[in-house]
């Protein structure tokens, strides 16, 4: 691994948010908009019933998380994208510098977008409806960090579906979070699902992310089991989006699309 | 010998792009490579640039073969320059220097950045962003991108391509100036048969995925028949394939 490199392709994506104004508004938006209509949400339903009582804390903590992973994962699809929309792919391509070293500096500047957006909006949940992400203290890190991983594995996943069908595939980008939200038992607990869908969604490692979260705000307590497990189901799917991208690289080759991919 | 090509194909699913064709490329050496639209000469260059992985053949570069070099270090030493590919649009002329310069592991960058800036004379629009250029500013940065690793093969595929004449005589005498005082082998793919004329050494004709013909102008214009290049150019696409 070449850091140097690695930090070269970052800095691109750097410019990138520097350059524009619009951008960095962009990137704050949105999160931020989370978290008003969360909060809003969250405060309604404690008022109006007592089963939702002392719920804008891990409603609007759910949110917050949930939109790292998403800002993890369209960060690094975006960044990829970004390389197909100004037709710069054969350019990076032909550059000397390695697949590995490539997804490292788009998993190592995703969270540097993800966080631009997510910080901000966060901190402003605090004086606003008097919720503190920041209170779940050290496990806070170790929620972050399978989210982290499984937000750079979806990217990975769709920026294989780029290289293997091309620009066309860039919906699918979009989509990709909103298919396994119901799944991933953000804001409800995973009784509420079928039994047959509760076996599939132990298989992601939301599941286990969320239900630890509750845990910590309800009860107090950290389950390190089900921290581990959702790392380990995280690392899991990581090493097979690293497979799969280094296989969908390698089928680009051999059909040729790397050469002209482009809007 | 340089480059080395031989036997290389590529079938796309039942589509022979290019059918088993050997050439080499001297140390130093400009080389045209033409023939008509979908003739395979973007599919060639892309297997030589590593973009492509070949059906058949070998690619040997310094007497080393490509498959068996470590991708990033063959890749240090090549560089690509196409109108059909852009920098990045909303960073600067001068951002996409630097990320591509230390993409290159480009040693002394600010120094080469400025070097080669002064020479393309690309510094007064340093600051602007490469997507609010003109064509011909753009095409100028591009080939300073494509410049900047200094290196050893150069791979330019239609370089002045939509230029108008000044521009694309500017880049073809700079072209020329570089080839001068650097050592730099060419594999220039053009439509442009003035500028293959001016700037090759050889060329290499063509035609539905092979070799038709070699040598240099001179050479084939006189074996053809024909007053220049362009002339001799038409009979080659149109005519009835001369395989040697």
Known sequence: MNFSKI????????????????RIIDLIYWPTVQIFLWGFISKFFTLSSDYYSN?????????????????????????????????????????????????TSLTLTAILRALIGLVPAAILAIPLFGVSVFKLGLPLLFLLLPLYLFGVTLGLLVTSGLLRFGPSFENIAWASLFFLAPLGCIYYPIEILPNSLQIVAKGLPLVHIFEEMRNILLNNTVNYFDIIKSISISIVYFILGVIIFYSSYLGAKQRGTLINMGE | MFIQVK??????????????INFHIEKNKTVGLLGPNGCGKTTSIGMMLGLIKPSDGEIIINNKNLDSLKRDDILARINF??????????????????VYGRLYGVKDLNKRIIEISEDLDIKSFFNRKTGELSSGQKNRVSLAKSLINKPEILFLDEPTASLDPDIGDFVRSYIQEYRSKNQVTIL??????????RLCDSIIMMKKGKIIDRGTCEEIIKKHGRNNLEETFLKLARGKDELQ
């Open chain 1, 7 to 22: 930090y070269a392709l970052g800095l691109r994506h750097i410019y990138l948010i520097s350059n524009s104004l619009p």
């Open chain 1, 55 to 103: 719920t804008v804390g891990i409603i609007l903590t759910a949110a917050i998380l949930y939109d790292f992973l998403f800002r993890v994962s369209i960060s690094f699809n975006m960044m990829f994208l970004e390389e197909i929309w100004s037709r710069n792919f054969t350019n990076l391509f032909i550059a000397p510098i390695r697949i590995s070293e490539i997804i």
């Open chain 2, 7 to 20: 036997n290389l194909s590529k079938v796309f699913k039942k589509n022979l792009a290019v059918d088993k």
């Open chain 2, 81 to 98: 320059c196409s109108p059909y590919i852009e920098l990045p649009k909303k960073l600067t002329v001068k951002q996409n220097l630097e």
């Open chain 2, 188 to 197: 220039l793919a053009s439509h442009n048969m003035n500028e293959v004329e």
